[in-house]
């Protein structure tokens, strides 16, 4: 199993790599929920090839810390084997949800 949220850990922390069902369950039974309450996805594209699939969706959740309501885009892509998923990539819009969870612009001008 090859398991891959792409964010900053730093801040998002159940963002990055997992390769053991232990570590995938801990993710959404514990990790997610620590940060955030997720009230609603909502899937706009889905492709599938063979053992390949793709989506384009808006994750909306309250996070925890602050109460503030917070919607972002993500995109997920699954390779299966046996029916079984062995590979997912996930892509937040990690700027925009990092700015909504501290409640303002990130300064990205150059110093």
Same mark, same amino acid.
């Given at each position: 199993?090859?398991?891959?949220?792409?964010?900053?850990?730093?801040?998002?922390?159940?963002?990055?790599? $997992? &390769? @053991? +069902?232990?570590?995938?369950?801990?993710?959404? =039974?514990?990790?997610?929920?620590?940060?955030? !309450?997720?009230?609603?996805?909502?899937?706009?594209?889905?492709l599938v090839?063979?053992?390949?699939?793709?989506?384009?969706?808006?994750?909306?959740?309250t996070q $925890? &810390? @602050? +109460?503030?309501?917070?919607?972002?885009?993500? =995109?997920?892509?699954?390779?299966?084997?046996? !029916?079984?998923?062995?590979?997912?990539?996930?892509?937040?819009?990690?700027?925009?949800?990092?700015?909504?969870?501290?409640?303002?612009e990130v300064?990205?001008?150059?110093?």
């Amino acid at each position: 199993m090859d398991w891959l949220i792409i964010g900053p850990v730093e801040f998002i922390h159940f963002c990055g790599q $997992r &390769r @053991t +069902r232990a570590e995938v369950h801990d993710v959404f =039974a514990r990790l997610v929920p620590e940060v955030l !309450d997720v009230t609603g996805y909502v899937q706009d594209y889905a492709l599938v090839d063979g053992d390949l699939a793709a989506a384009l969706g808006r994750l909306t959740a309250t996070q $925890r &810390r @602050t +109460r503030r309501v917070i919607s972002f885009r993500l =995109a997920n892509f699954i390779r299966f084997r046996d !029916d079984k998923i062995i590979e997912y990539r996930s892509l937040i819009d990690t700027l925009d949800a990092v700015e909504q969870m501290i409640g303002r612009e990130v300064d990205l001008s150059p110093e």
